[in-house]
């Protein structure tokens, strides 16, 4: 039995309450259970994965609770690349691909399985399910999932007997799994970085999945704009909770931090305080995502007047951040360096910023000292999946020094940001922050925007602002 609270008020169990609780409980064994859709894709990445490493047996954990306080814990989200390869979400497991002789593998998945009936475990011990919840049995497990599951309990000496086997296993995710098989981080590194890699083109599986998480996105925006007027009598956080139960009506949650920036908390790249008053004649940057409830996300920007119309200086920002996004998107196209849709809209902020006097020209010379990160801040986008900064692990010629191509999902979100303390802007223009983002996916004949369903230029917003706003 686990170790009890300490300041329990319950000192502990008596016989006969033990027999009580293990008597006179139905048999709740799902039957008839369909693989998930998502099985036959899963399978797809797994054969991927067993193809670039032959002969070795590979462990890729799917992470376990983390405290948060005494005996409360995060909110449980596993490891991507688990995700990735079985469609499971179940804490505590683990995808092993064991090597054949043919050079493939035989893949079977680690499961905590239920509680048995017959001793205190089920509603007492540190996962009991009376607590936490139904999980699957094992048989469930694999008929839902399509392939064999196996206890997790004696994963650590599964893996431990098979010593003498070449092993991967991706680190950080589960101690226990790691303390039993000797490997090389190098070794594992690698097996991260194609794991990551793997996820740089979606199957047409997760684009849908994907289509759904910006859709929700696109309804969770529309709600914002619908209560500006609550929020300013509150605060960001209204805006920011406003998201959220959109986020948890069709999903799972958000997929990052919301940030929901007013006025100067706008030039804060990653604010997530959303504790600022909302302001008539100021802008709202919101930036946030829905997670479908199989974990892929949406990540959109947009900038709004909370008064419903932009400032002269407010539109002028606006329409050169809009300018440079449109740049960006038009660069991306399969066949197309990565870089590409990075490097246009920057070179259009660039010449902005020279325009105006804010750096030195001329623009190329500009460019190549990166003058204009001054303003722009961060890079013009990134890979969108499963995390909302997809793929960071894959290998970077791959990524960011490879090409484009169909499948492929991303964000193109350019910026200008002006400090509240920055002396070499007018005092009009400090305070600003704008940023325009969009969700893209890389198609044979150039590019599909999946948010297209939210206005862009300043224009549209207005009129958008006009018809929702409350």
Partial sequence: MA????????GGVSEELSALMR?????????GLEPDEQAPYAARRRAALSARFPGERLVVPSGNLKTRSNDDTYPFRPYSGYVHMTGDQARDGALVLEPRVDGGHDAYCYQLPRDSRNDDEFWTGATAELWMGRRRSLAEAARVLGLPCRDVRTAAEDL???????????????????AAVTTDEERDDELEEVLSGLRLVKDAWEIGEMRKAVDSTVRGFTDCVGELSRAIASSERWIEGTFFRRARLEGNAVGYGTICAVGEHATIMHWTDNDGPVRPGELLLLDAGVETHSLYTADVTRTLPVSGTFTPVQRQVYDAVYEAQEAGMAAVKPGA????????????????????????????????????????????GHMLGLDVHDCAHSRTEEHVDGLLEPGMVLTVEPGLYFQPDDLTVPEEWRGIGVRIEDDLVVTDGGHENLSAGLPRSSAEVEAWMARFAG
């Fill in 337 to 380: 360096p990565f870089r590409d849709f990075h490097e246009a809209a920057q070179r259009s902020l660039t010449a902005r910023l020279v325009e105006w006097g804010f750096i030195e020209g001329p623009v190329d010379r500009a460019y190549d000292l990166g003058l204009q990160r001054r303003f722009t801040m961060a890079g013009t």
């Fill in 160 to 178: 431990a007997a098979g010593s003498g086997v070449p092993t991967r296993i991706v680190r950080g995710h589960d101690p226990a799994l790691e």
């Fill in 3 to 10: 170790k009890g609270r300490k300041n329990g008020l319950y």
């Fill in 23 to 31: 008597t006179g409980w139905a048999d709740t064994e799902r039957h």
